[in-house]
């Protein structure tokens, strides 16, 4: 009922009731919506959070949760990081970036606020506009450049922006509208758009999560879920099928990572245009001792290649525990690139031996060590098993997203990723603290 409640009220009704809808409410409401505009504008309004935090610092206390202090160690481990780091200077200027891993627990400690769903319905909301905007953007410049990749992927977005990035970010938004009980028009219209621009994006790996959340709502936490009948037929096709079609799936991954082709689960790093016709297979990427600079990753073996990489720089630093410091791994990933002689670059675009690890567990562990990686599997451990615990499937969608986009992106070494992760990490940890918790 509160939560409905929430959702009715309007901009003017908040602003009319300064009791319950302080200053603090709008600067985090800012922050969440600024996160697709240029960093700088995010950077403005987390510099005034801060300093509304600060001076409420005599008027609260400090209220840490588990899940808050292990974003603020994880920060801190990086800072120690730069005693070590095979790149100081690098490991330093990475640090303001990643510095929001303890500023917003920090906030988030002394400003206790109670209206998130609000937070999550106006981003949501926002994040409409944004795909309203691209959208117009994309087919004026159809109109112009006569030209339909305007309409996919990073051209529909930009490149800086990134399209497997903005994914996530609507993805949060299309479960605010599927989820939300009761639905107007205006919803179902957002909901749409939203679907709609999802699969423009193109992001693979995003909608096929998607999908199996929307099934896994569908099935589970939906009113329709409570017909336990139609749970566990599907539950049974779905074991039934899994060990009919077992070893076909097997011979599928089989034959997929010998395949030469540039279609696949992962987005391409660098347009096979620009580097060259001859494709690299999974299997190539894993093998091959020597590289042509016409050979070209397609985004699943450009990965392949990036684990193999990380292997053998463990392997020869011996850097299990501590890592190569923040930030540091890209100056052994140049190495590499030139020692296997991937495509080096142009005049107009970097090449494969200037690119992340791709995964973020993966640049954790290269370059926080065996401690930072468990502190980032601690993070998200922590943030699944709250999701569970408190049936908030929107915290489920969010926590489960965040998993699989790890796994295929960096995204916590990308500003606009770990303002993300981290505001909605800390929302979604607090939203079911009590009153009398907060005391």
């Known amino acids: 009922m509160m939560k409905d409640k929430l959702d009715s009220l309007s901009f003017s009704q908040i602003l009319k009731n300064g009791n319950l809808y302080d200053f603090s409410f709008f600067c985090l409401l800012l922050l969440i919506c600024t996160i697709p505009l240029p960093n700088v504008i995010n950077n403005i309004v987390t510099g005034i959070l801060v300093l509304f935090t600060l001076s409420q610092l005599k008027k609260t206390s400090f209220y840490f949760t588990k899940e808050m202090i292990l974003p603020i160690i994880l920060f801190v481990w990086m800072a120690i990081s730069c005693i070590w780091s095979i790149d100081f200077l690098g490991s330093l200027n990475a640090l303001p970036k990643e510095s929001f891993l303890i500023l917003f627990p920090f906030c988030c400690a002394i400003i206790f606020v109670h209206n998130k769903e609000l937070l999550f319905k106006y981003y949501s909301i926002s994040i409409s506009f944004y795909v309203l905007f691209f959208l117009i953007k994309a087919v004026f ?52 758009l939203l679907t709609l621009f999802l699969a423009l994006l193109n992001s693979k790996s995003i909608i096929l999560v998607d999908i199996l959340l929307v099934g896994l709502y569908f099935f589970f936490y939906s009113k329709s879920a409570n017909k336990m009948r139609l749970r566990n037929i599907v539950l049974l096709g779905i074991v039934f099928f899994s060990f009919l079609f077992f070893n076909r799936i097997k011979e599928k ?12 689960i992962g987005h391409t790093v660098i347009p096979k245009e620009i580097v060259g016709d001859r494709i690299i297979s999974m299997k190539q990427a894993w093998e091959n001792n020597k590289f042509e600079q016409s050979d070209f990753f397609s985004g699943a073996s450009f ?12 392997k020869e630093e011996n850097v299990f525990f501590q890592g190569l410091g923040l930030n540091a791994s890209y100056k052994k990933l ?23 690890f791709h995964n973020q567990f993966i640049q954790v562990f290269s370059e926080l060590g065996f401690i930072g990686f468990v502190l980032l599997i601690l993070i998200l451990f922590a943030n699944l098993k709250n999701a569970l615990k408190n049936k908030d499937f929107i915290h489920i969608a969010f926590a489960i997203l965040m998993i699989s986009l790890f796994l295929t992106e960096s995204f916590l070494w990308r500003q606009r990723g770990v303002v993300f992760f981290t505001a909605f990490y800390c929302l979604f940890n607090t939203i079911h603290l009590s009153e009398k918790e907060k005391k």
Do not use: C, P, W
């Not at 991954?253 to 030469?260: A, G, M, R, S, T």
């Open 253 to 264: 991954i089989e034959f997929e990572f010998q395949l030469d082709k540039d279609n696949n």
């Open 141 to 192: 410049r159809f109109f112009t450049e006569n030209n339909t990749a305007v309409f996919f992927g990073h051209e529909l977005v930009t490149k800086e922006l990134n399209a497997i990035h903005f994914s996530a970010f609507v993805s949060v938004a299309f479960f605010y509208f599927l989820t939300k009980e009761i639905k107007t028009k205006t919803d179902y219209i957002q909901l749409l």
């Open 303 to 314: 990965r392949v290649y990036q684990f193999r990489m990380f292997l053998e720089i463990m």
């Open 334 to 356: 140049e190495e590499k690139g030139l020692k296997y002689n991937v495509f080096n670059g142009n005049e107009t675009t970097e090449g494969y031996q200037k690119k992340n």
